[in-house]
């Protein structure tokens, strides 16, 4: 795939190719890559709460937002967390990231038992090989590489532009 190595848990920043379309300002973490590309986008919240999911949490849970993970799929449910906290259903990822998809983790919930950081993540996007490929090689996305705390400790609408500090820093460190 292009001169880029796309692995689950890497980050894809939204170049300023896509400002003004659906795009603008997204960070995108692929969880599988296979002969197609699903990924969640991570930063952009809903204007609802997990309690709209049905879940029937305790009331301290029930305002935390649903974050929209993409347009594929806007009803499947995922649990982007801390690796401090994992199910038999984890998949966990290389930059201390876990994606839980067994809503029955969501149990561990109503007795207290939660990540450090979490989000609930609703829907997914899917690309072929091919067409990220192409939109790598546009540049529409620049592949990042980010730890937990990077991703999930900084609130959702200032990681885009955490992220791009981020790499404003590496790449002054690097020459300087």
Same mark, same amino acid.
């Given at each position: 795939?292009?001169?880029?190595? *796309?692995?689950?848990?890497? #980050? %894809?920043?939204?170049?300023?190719?896509?400002?003004?379309?659906?795009?603008?300002?997204?960070? #995108?973490?692929?969880?599988?890559? /296979? +002969?197609? *590309?699903?990924? &969640?986008? &991570?930063?952009?919240?809903?204007?609802?709460?997990?309690?709209?999911?049905?879940?029937?949490?305790?009331?301290?849970?029930?305002? =935390?937002?649903?974050? %929209?993970?993409?347009? #594929? !799929?806007?009803?499947?449910?995922?649990?982007?967390?801390? %690796?401090?906290?994992?199910?038999?259903?984890?998949?966990?990822?290389?930059?201390?990231?876990? *994606?839980? +998809?067994? $809503?029955?983790? *969501?149990?561990?919930?109503?007795?207290?038992?939660?990540?450090?950081?979490?989000?609930?993540? /609703?829907?997914?996007?899917?690309?072929?090989?091919?067409?990220? /490929?192409?939109?790598?090689?546009? !540049?529409?996305? &620049?592949?990042?590489?980010?730890?937990?705390?990077?991703?999930?400790?900084?609130?959702?609408?200032?990681?885009? =532009?955490?992220?791009? +500090?981020? %790499? $404003?820093?590496? +790449?002054?460190?690097?020459?300087?």
């Amino acid at each position: 795939m292009s001169n880029y190595k *796309i692995v689950p848990g890497s #980050v %894809l920043l939204s170049s300023t190719k896509l400002d003004g379309s659906a795009w603008h300002r997204t960070l #995108v973490m692929p969880v599988s890559v /296979a +002969s197609r *590309i699903t990924a &969640i986008i &991570i930063n952009q919240v809903s204007t609802v709460g997990v309690d709209a999911l049905g879940f029937d949490l305790p009331f301290n849970y029930a305002d =935390e937002p649903v974050y %929209l993970g993409g347009p #594929v !799929k806007p009803r499947d449910v995922r649990l982007m967390h801390s %690796l401090d906290w994992e199910t038999d259903a984890t998949s966990a990822f290389y930059n201390g990231v876990g *994606i839980t +998809s067994d $809503t029955n983790a *969501i149990d561990l919930f109503k007795i207290h038992q939660v990540p450090s950081y979490y989000r609930f993540i /609703a829907g997914s996007v899917w690309w072929s090989q091919e067409r990220l /490929a192409e939109e790598l090689k546009q !540049k529409l996305w &620049i592949p990042v590489s980010m730890n937990c705390e990077s991703i999930l400790a900084v609130p959702a609408g200032d990681q885009w =532009e955490f992220v791009v +500090s981020e %790499l $404003t820093k590496r +790449s002054v460190d690097k020459y300087f």
